[in-house]
């Protein structure tokens, strides 16, 4: 059964940090790009960084970048996003998602494949 889950959000303080996982399965993962994408409540989704299927690429929303990390290890089939100097503005569920698109505008622009359900980042004091 195909499923990417995502885990790792929580509370934490402005300036903290934390790393999000996207464990997939039932799908070939190398062939796929992965992104982080982003929702908050009466907001709609937003692109917060992407990685090409080799890990070789990586592009990142201007909101995050200098803040944020992409990466992949494709031999446990995972994508990680490290998020640090959290800011309030950052509180969203977060999703990965596996597609064709490597880049932030490209994936929203057409589409990904596959969705996680989401994980919670709450940055408050």
């Known amino acids: 059964q195909l499923q990417l889950v995502e885990s790792g959000g929580g509370l934490v303080q402005p300036g903290g940090s934390l790393r999000l996982s996207c464990a997939a399965s039932?799908?070939?993962?190398?062939?796929?790009?992965i992104g982080w994408f982003r929702q908050a409540p009466g907001k709609e989704r937003e692109g917060v960084s992407c990685?090409?299927?080799?890990?070789?690429?990586?592009d990142y929303a201007d909101s995050v970048k200098g803040r944020f990390t992409i990466s992949r290890d494709n031999a446990k089939k995972t994508v990680y996003l490290q998020m640090n100097s959290l800011k309030p503005e950052d509180t969203a569920v977060y999703y990965c998602?596996?597609?064709?698109?490597?880049?932030?505008?490209?994936?929203?622009?057409?589409?990904?494949?596959?969705w996680g359900k989401g994980t919670l980042v709450t940055v408050s004091s």
């Open positions: 998602a596996a597609g064709a698109y490597s880049t932030v505008v490209g994936a929203l622009v057409n589409g990904m494949d596959y």
């Open positions: 039932g799908f070939t993962f190398d062939y796929y790009a």
């Open positions: 990685i090409s299927s080799s890990g070789g690429s990586t």
